[in-house]
């Protein structure tokens, strides 16, 4: 696992099937409650040994249903509960057991907020972390890195109307690291910023988005 912040660690990456051009990785959380493993990669299976040593994993949250295709084998491997949206269950269950859901926003102890952000797909979920140096935004691929940028990936089943009202819900989050599920091959895997930054980036997102562009 790759040092990403203090406390942060990224699996390796994996090309995604669909667009190999962009890398896949899953995230460890480093806590004293207990660690969180968020998104899923293929790679995380052969870095057990490293997981284990970093404490294991307590839970293990999917952003949306697009991950499961890699977390199977990972309930097998460390034994920790698989938790998704209400709305991504019946997706998510032809390939993986759900252990539990969410469907509104919530906190988990007083450190990880699990934040409901329809449009990508209907049960899409950002969660924000506070580490105790950063407060950390994992957004799956509702909002991604491509080639240094912050883009959305709106497919033909999202729902654009909801992908906008959650993108201006994200606009006004406090947060200074960016994690998506994706990025760019060979280059970062997270991106830091700032407030003004933040809005900057969404709101060249939201405007892609309101004059009908699908990035």
Not at 122 to 145: K, N
Request: net charge negative.
């Amino acid at each position: 696992m790759e040092t990403v912040i203090p406390g942060l660690y990224a699996s390796g990456p994996a090309p995604l099937p669909f667009a190999p051009s962009l890398h896949i990785r899953a995230f460890l959380l480093r806590r004293d409650q207990g660690n969180l493993l968020v998104y899923a990669a293929p790679t995380v299976v052969s870095e057990a040994a490293a997981v284990h040593d970093l404490g294991g994993i307590s839970r293990h949250y999917l952003g949306h249903w697009h991950e499961a295709s890699f977390g199977c084998e990972l309930a097998a491997t460390f034994g920790a509960p698989l938790l998704c949206h209400e709305n991504e269950r019946g997706s998510v269950t032809p390939k993986c057991s759900v252990d539990a859901t969410f469907s509104s926003r919530s906190f988990l102890d007083d450190d990880f907020e699990l934040i409901p952000i329809p449009g990508h797909t209907s049960g899409a979920t950002a969660f924000l972390w506070d580490s105790g140096e950063h407060r950390c935004l994992f957004t799956s691929d509702s909002v991604y890195l491509q080639e240094g940028g912050w883009v959305a990936a709106l497919l033909e089943s999202s729902d654009r109307a909801s992908y906008v009202e959650s993108l201006e819900l994200i606009r006004g989050l406090d947060f200074d690291v960016l994690v998506p599920w994706a990025a760019t091959a060979g280059e970062p895997c997270h991106a830091l910023t700032d407030q003004a930054d933040a809005r900057r980036r969404l709101d060249a997102i939201l405007e892609r988005l309101r004059r009908d562009q699908d990035r």
